[in-house]
T-cell receptor, first 114, second 111 residues
């Protein structure tokens, strides 16, 4: 069964450092999502791509977070500088397109900021 | 604005007990509704979905959910839970191409 690949699975960093997460969606999926899940809460959408274009980044803290999907395939989410409150699970998901489609999630990247 | 509310944060049941998890959403337009589940140590995965038609939908592992439009609700049910149903359950309405998640309900089932 096709999967959404994410790396690294775990990342520990000190505050003010830069950190990056990578996601490879299911082949052929045009829509890619980055969610953040803080312990004890539901996932919160950070950014949504349709191919290489951002269609929703309203909840992305743009002063420190950036996301790109240059060729419309894999994607990178970067945080610089990391803050203590960024400790969370960062989930990537993909779907065939927007609309009434099911999202397939990756295993996530757990970030701990010390 | 779109929002979702899950009423139960933590539910503890014995095996064979019946389960109902509440979910209410707020959105003025057409909405698709999902329940996702996260088993310990595993990915978030789809449990069931409602797009249109019969408001009673069936998902994997004996779960079902009923869409009641007048109440803006999409409650999850299972007649008889098993120990293996121990997981976190998320209600997720999708409107205007944006999928949002509730805060989740942690279900613990004891043998």
């Amino acid at each position: 069964e096709a999967e959404v690949a994410q790396s690294p699975r775990y990342k520990i960093t000190e505050k003010s450092q830069a950190v990056a997460f990578w996601c490879d969606p299911i082949s052929g999926h045009a829509t890619l999502y980055w969610y953040r899940q803080i312990l004890g809460q539901g996932p919160e959408l950070l950014v949504q791509f349709q191919d290489e274009s951002v269609v929703d980044d309203s909840q992305l803290p743009k002063d420190r977070f950036s996301a790109e999907r240059l060729k419309g395939v894999d994607s990178t989410l970067k945080i610089q500088p990391a803050e203590l409150g960024d400790s969370a699970m960062y989930l990537c998901a993909s779907s065939h397109s927007t609309g009434a489609n099911v999202l397939t999630f990756g295993a996530g990247s757990r970030l701990t900021v010390l | 604005a779109q929002s979702v509310s899950q009423h139960n944060h933590h539910v503890i049941l014995s095996e064979a007990a019946s389960l109902e998890l509440g979910c209410n959403y707020s959105y003025g337009g057409t909405v698709n509704l999902f329940w996702y589940v996260q088993y310990p140590g595993q990915h978030l995965q789809l449990l069931l979905k409602y797009f249109s038609g019969d408001p009673l939908v069936k998902g994997i592992k004996g779960f079902e959910a009923e869409f009641i439009k007048s109440k803006f609700s999409f409650n999850l049910r299972k007649p008889s839970v098993q120990w293996s149903d121990t997981a976190e359950y998320f209600c997720a309405p999708r409107g205007a191409d944006k999928l949002i998640f509730g805060t989740g309900t942690r279900l613990q089932v004891f043998p």
